[in-house]
């Protein structure tokens, strides 16, 4: 059906849904906005359908070998002590903190476009500037005055997608979790543990310590706030606002603080939800974040990405008109998109007290949290399912 088909954005869902498209023997133009192939990112988690994916791509061990490694998750007070320790998952559909298979975004993002790259053609610092469809195909036109004419475009630039509101304008209802994060990068020093390290002080702000490979760290801030507009200010504004929000708190923070006015991998957000009422239009379809961002709350962003690609590609491949793919995608997709948005506003609140007796009841609880029993039951009740779809094999 679909011989030419352009994929916009390079990261886990673009590059998934090239390999496999590729695979099928249909021909991929990837456009990436960024000059070069991103690499930075911290620790996301690879679960169930998503691991199942990698290994039929014969990517799993390549991806394991990358594994940050991390313990556990302790969560600690003023004094660095332990409140509550949760080990990690030791096996690859347990929903606990830490997944068996944690990896930087940056390192499963280039284990699977050094894989694509051997099939489809990669193009970066260039995006789509103009798009039109009619019956037979998609007319781009791109910001360095290129134009192409494809059979179907996919759309995965994550959550701020421009190609998705020059398609669909106007229809993402958007919804924010009220809470901006910074990720990046410090050195890690000889007496770093090696469980990931999450810490609160009030004013809805804290911070976690998470093991990585190549003598890292990676630093996550958070905030627990009504969103400002911050994600559209300047990196060097938004390190000043980071910089003001902690610049008299104690544990790490002087640490953290000092490394972070150099870092190159910083990546700041102010978390939110896609929210789109159909994920195609004719010709165009969206994938990954730019269809659906859970958001980090959520511990299943990158899964999603990759086994959207996986469906994705594998619709396309095997039918014989665009609208049906595309549906059989979207119906397989929306109850895993769904379970994985379904998260309560309440626990950014919960997560990151306010005030001190907040962070006494929230110590309280994961102290309770943590004991073998309890942490059985958190497991099998509320869990997301990470192997939530039936995953048909295309291959
Ligand atoms: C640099 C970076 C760091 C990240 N760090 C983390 C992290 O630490 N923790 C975490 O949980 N998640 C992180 N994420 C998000 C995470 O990768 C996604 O939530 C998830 O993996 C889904 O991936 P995606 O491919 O749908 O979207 P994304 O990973 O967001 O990728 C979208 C891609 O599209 C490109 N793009 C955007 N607009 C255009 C355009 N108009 N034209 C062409 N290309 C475009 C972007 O440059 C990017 O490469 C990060 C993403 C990036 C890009």
């Not at 980090?296 to 793919?325: F, Q």
């Amino acid at each position: 059906m679909s011989r030419r088909i352009l994929i916009t954005g390079a990261s886990v869902a673009g590059t998934t849904t090239a390999w496999w498209l590729t695979q099928a023997g249909i021909d991929v133009d990837v456009v990436e906005r960024a000059p070069a192939f991103r690499d930075g990112g911290q620790n996301v988690d690879v679960r169930g359908n998503a691991r199942a994916v990698l290994r039929r791509m014969g990517l799993e061990e390549r991806a394991l070998a990358r594994s940050t490694r991390e313990r556990g998750t302790d969560w600690v007070d003023d004094s660095d002590s332990v409140v509550a320790r949760f080990e990690a998952s030791d096996s690859d559909t347990d929903s606990g903190p830490t997944a068996e298979l944690e990896i930087r975004r940056g390192d499963i993002a280039r284990i699977v476009y050094d894989a694509a790259r051997q099939h489809a053609r990669f193009r970066f610092g260039d995006s789509i500037a103009r798009i039109d469809q009619d019956d037979t195909g998609v007319d781009v036109t791109f910001a360095s005055g290129q134009r192409a004419r494809y059979d179907l475009v996919v759309v995965a630039e994550g959550v701020g997608s421009a190609t998705r509101e020059l398609v669909f304008p106007g229809e993402n209802v958007v919804r924010w979790m009220d809470l901006t994060i910074a990720y990046f990068s410090i050195p890690r020093l000889p007496g770093d543990s090696a469980y990931a390290r999450q810490y609160n002080t009030v004013g809805g702000r804290g911070a976690v310590l998470k093991p990585a490979l190549d003598d890292k760290l990676g630093a996550y801030l958070g905030i627990q706030k009504k969103p400002a507009g911050e994600h559209e200010w300047t990196s060097d504004q938004q390190r000043r606002f980071i910089l003001a929000q902690f610049a008299n708190d104690g544990w790490e923070f002087p640490r953290i603080l000092d490394v972070m006015k150099e870092v190159d991998d910083f990546y700041f957000d102010v978390l939110r939800q896609v929210h789109m009422p159909r994920w195609f239009h004719g010709r165009v379809v969206l994938t990954g974040d730019a269809a659906w961002c859970p958001t980090p709350l959520s511990g299943i962003g990158t899964t999603l990405a990759i086994v959207g690609g996986y469906v994705l590609a594998g619709e396309i491949a095997n039918a014989t008109a665009p609208a049906a793919a595309f549906a059989r995608y979207e119906s397989m997709m929306r109850p895993f998109v769904d379970e994985g948005q379904d998260i309560p506003k309440i626990v950014p609140r919960m997560l990151w007290p306010h005030t001190g007796i907040g962070l006494t009841l929230l110590h309280g609880a994961l102290r309770l949290a943590s004991t073998p029993l309890l942490r059985g039951l958190i497991n099998n009740g509320f869990a997301r399912d990470a192997s939530k779809i039936d995953l048909p094999d295309y291959r």
